[in-house]
């Protein structure tokens, strides 16, 4: 488990008041997680994983791995805790004169790892990646997502119990993304390793986390497992991430439009057909036109996750009977401007 405990980071003078590029940040992340970290980006995501592997010393705080503080370490000390945590970057930082199998060997070598058995475990972590066919070959001839994968191969090569990755899929294509997403998730799947990723992408997000919290101006705003996240966000950064992830804005001309027996409404219901009967039953029961404008299904950890963008008119009194019709039928609605 890593513990974070009043983590505090700043820039500048020491003794000085600096900027604060993380602030008071407590977390608790459990054993054989995928634990997100999102936000906008200056939030101080990358500070905050950069200090769970002391790249950066925090300002103040400790961070416990297992109950120890790893903040305290020094020297031999400091090497072991870093063995045990691989980590991986938006950009992969291979060496580009260095063949696949010498990059993920470099890291057996820094490791301890004998030298005559390398080959061998190259092969196997190769493998675990999909990527066995590549050993011999020079990182310019991979493609983004391929050359992640060794940068994969090469953090895990010391089997470490936690995986940081730091917008480990933001330089990526959709396709070499997914390529990423999946080998991660079977990573997972057959290991007890506690991933920690940092990322502004909430597709990412969506499709690997199991629990997310959410960072803005250092501090972290909000904590829940990912289908909260997305369902029911709590915090204004979170409602605007999410928001925008769903690409369900109503266009400025349709809002303006709206006159003043009408509102307009956002419904999220949970499974795939929820809505129907809600929308039918409350155009019967009440004096009212419900149109919808916009909508859509998501799949968050195979849970579906239905929105609905819906136009309601007619008199204030029977509109509001309406809406309240809606919302006691419905997991969640929300009143757009
Ligand atoms: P994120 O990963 O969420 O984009 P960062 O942790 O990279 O955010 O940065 C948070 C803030 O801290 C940013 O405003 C950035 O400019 C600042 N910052 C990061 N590293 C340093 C540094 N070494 N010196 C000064 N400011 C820094």
Do not use: W
Request: neutral net charge; aromatic residues 6%; charged residues 25%.
């Amino acid at each position: 488990m890593i513990v974070c405990k009043d983590i505090s980071v700043s820039f500048g003078a020491k003794g000085k008041d600096g900027f604060h590029a993380v602030k008071n940040v407590n977390l608790e992340i459990e054993k054989g997680e995928i634990f997100g970290i999102v936000g906008p980006s200056g939030a101080g995501k990358s500070t905050l994983v950069r200090v769970m592997n002391l790249l950066q010393q925090p300002t103040s705080g400790q961070v416990l791995i297992d109950g120890v503080d790893i903040t305290k370490a020094k020297g031999s000390q400091l090497r072991q805790v870093r063995k045990n945590i691989g980590m991986i970057f938006q950009h992969f930082h291979l060496i580009s004169g260095a063949t696949v199998c010498e990059n993920v060997a470099f890291a057996l070598t820094a490791g301890g790892y004998p030298k005559e058995k390398q080959r061998a475990r190259v092969e196997e972590l190769l493998q675990m990646v999909g990527l066995s066919d590549k050993i011999d070959v020079y990182p310019q001839s991979l493609s983004g997502g391929q050359k992640q994968r060794v940068a994969i191969a090469r953090a895990l090569a010391n089997t470490p119990d936690i995986l940081l990755c730091d917008e480990a899929t933001s330089a990526l294509d959709l396709e070499s993304t997914e390529e990423v997403l999946s080998v991660l998730r079977k990573i997972k799947e057959t290991s007890n390793i506690t991933i920690v990723f940092i990322t502004h992408d909430l597709d990412a997000a969506k499709k690997l986390f199991d629990r997310i919290a959410v960072m803005n101006k250092g501090e972290i705003v909000e904590v829940n497992d990912t289908y909260s996240i997305f369902a029911n966000p709590q915090h204004p950064v979170t409602k605007m991430l999410v928001n925008r992830n769903f690409e369900l804005d109503v266009p400025d001309f349709v809002a303006d439009a709206i006159q003043a027996d009408e509102e307009l409404y956002k419904i999220y219901y949970v499974g795939e057909k929820a809505y129907d009967p809600v929308i039918n039953e409350v155009a019967k029961r009440f004096d009212v036109d419900v149109s919808i404008l916009h909508g859509k299904i998501d799949y968050i950890h195979r849970q579906a996750l239905g929105i609905l963008v819906i136009k309601v008119k007619g008199k204030d009194d029977i509109r509001k009977e309406a809406v309240q019709y809606i919302t006691d039928h419905v997991y969640r609605l929300e009143k757009l401007k």
